[in-house]
């Protein structure tokens, strides 16, 4: 209860300074960041972008031994098609440039990560759904 109050709180201070697709985007990662953590998940990294600042991952954790890539995708509401298909080729792409940067950066082997999608529906109460392995890894390293 305290948490859902202190997320409003926030949540009405992010609009006056933002857009409010800006303010529905930190409000799903920040549902999805506390989703995952009850969920086993270790939360290493939040909005973690590159050095050269053209890509971002919303949320980098582990899962066990597996270190985790996860975009969050949030709507007001589920009318105009599930947030997961939002993902496009460039986002993918920006994704595969994070993973192998940051596995690099932290000596992870290719075969201990995954790319999971996390979507967040403003509704009321808000529907989370994680998607495990959304994008699979050995197809994609091949290409990249």
Not at 10 to 19: H, L, N, Y
Not at 51 to 80: H, M, N, Q, Y
Not at 111 to 132: A, G, K, S
């Amino acid at each position: 209860m305290i948490l859902s109050f202190c997320d409003w709180l926030r949540d009405i201070a992010r609009r006056r300074k933002w857009t409010p697709a800006q303010a529905l985007g930190r409000r799903g990662e920040d549902l999805a960041h506390r989703y995952l953590r009850r969920r086993g998940f270790t939360i290493v990294a939040r909005n973690y972008r590159l050095p050269s600042g053209d890509a971002e991952a919303d949320l980098i954790a582990w899962e066990a031994e597996t270190l985790v890539f996860v975009e969050v995708k949030s709507r007001e509401t589920a009318d105009f098609g599930p947030p997961e298909r939002a993902i496009g080729e460039e986002k993918r792409k920006h994704l595969l440039r994070i993973a192998r940067e940051y596995t690099r950066k932290t000596e992870t082997p290719w075969d201990r990560i995954r790319f999971d999608v996390v979507t967040v529906v403003m509704t009321r109460p808000p529907v989370i759904e994680l998607y495990r392995d959304a994008l699979p890894t050995k197809a994609r390293r091949a290409s990249a």
